[in-house]
Nanobody, 115 residues
Framework: QVQLVESGGGLAQAGGSLRLSCTAS????????MAWFRQAPGKERDMVAIITSGGYATYADSVKGRFIISRDNAKNTVYLQMNSLKPEDTVVYYC?????????WGQGTQVTVSS
């Protein structure tokens, strides 16, 4: 059974930074793509960033140049470094692990950016 546990959310001021972490257990981590999504109340979940098993990263246009996704396979952890935060980044962030048969989701972590 795969479990994803996110941490690092919280309150930040506009222009500030936060780093989210997501640690996976129950599955070999290094072979799979990882991603961060986010969801505002009443809206669909949107992809924020994806990192492949080989370390290639892709970003949503809304965060390109501000957010950085990375992974540490030895720690089974994926990170999302969020810089130059904006009030519109205030949403719940979820990490995912894609095993190509199943996509596993974490429980989500709230990020709140004050103006």
């Amino acid at each position: 059974q795969v479990q994803l546990v996110e941490s690092g959310g919280g309150l930040a001021q506009a222009g500030g930074s936060l780093r989210l972490s997501c640690t996976a257990s129950g599955r070999a981590f290094s072979s799979y793509n990882m991603a961060w999504f986010r969801q505002a109340p009443g809206k669909e979940r949107d992809m924020v960033a994806i990192i492949t098993s080989g370390g290639y990263a892709t970003y949503a246009d809304s965060v390109k140049g501000r957010f950085i996704i990375s992974r540490d396979n030895a720690k089974n952890t994926v990170y999302l470094q969020m810089n130059s935060l904006k009030p519109e980044d205030t949403v719940v962030y979820y990490c995912t692990l894609d095993t190509y048969n199943t996509v596993y989701w974490g429980q989500g972590t709230q990020v709140t950016v004050s103006s």
